[in-house]
């Protein structure tokens, strides 16, 4: 999508967080209420989200990264940030979003990411290492999760 908020006419209308998750939203032509089943919340928090009266937690901006195919850095602080276009997959509406994500919290904690098709293994942000996830589930890769 063209939409993108460094461009000057639409800089004001994705200034915040709730902005872009709203301008996402009615680009996709998703009702309140659809973008809530799809992240697994109630309508309420969506409608709380996109007036920013209240943030949305670690996981549902990890969810609400997924869903726009976006870094959680570039929805949070809006540079980079692009209206993705809606899913079009079929059944990509109905697809499960995790409800909570507990990984490192620690801003030096990394999540060790290691992709079996290159050898290649490195520790990344956990927002880094969602995005990963995230990349390799869309691409039909099977992705395991390991936990010592």
């Known amino acids: 999508m063209s939409l993108t908020a460094s461009d ?3 800089k004001g209308a ?5 902005d872009r998750i709203k ?14 089943e799809v992240l697994r919340v109630d309508q309420a928090s969506i409608s709380f989200w996109e007036r920013d009266k209240i943030r949305p937690s670690g996981s549902a901006i990890v ?3 997924s869903l726009f195919r976006t870094s959680v850095d570039a929805l949070e602080g ?8 809606p899913p079009s997959l079929p059944g990509a509406a109905d ?3 995790p409800r909570s994500v507990c990984l490192p919290v620690g801003g030096r904690d990394q999540v060790m990411v290691v992709d079996l098709a290159d ?16 990349m390799g589930v869309k691409a ?4 395991w999760l390991v936990m010592e």
């Not at 994705?14 to 709730?18: D, I, R, S, V, Y």
């Not at 301008?23 to 809530?36: G, H, I």
């Not at 039909?140 to 992705?143: A, D, G, H, L």
Request: overall charge neutral.
């Open 78 to 85: 809006g540079s980079e940030f692009n209206i993705p276009d």
């Open 23 to 36: 301008s996402v939203r009615r680009t996709w032509k998703w009702s309140q209420q659809e973008m809530a």
């Open 119 to 134: 050898g290649s293994s490195k520790g990344d942000p956990v927002s880094e290492a969602m995005m990963t996830l995230a």
């Open 95 to 97: 697809r499960e979003f």
């Open 63 to 65: 969810a609400l990264a």
């Open 14 to 18: 994705l200034a915040t967080l709730g």
């Open 140 to 143: 039909n890769r099977r992705v």
């Open 8 to 10: 000057p006419e639409t």
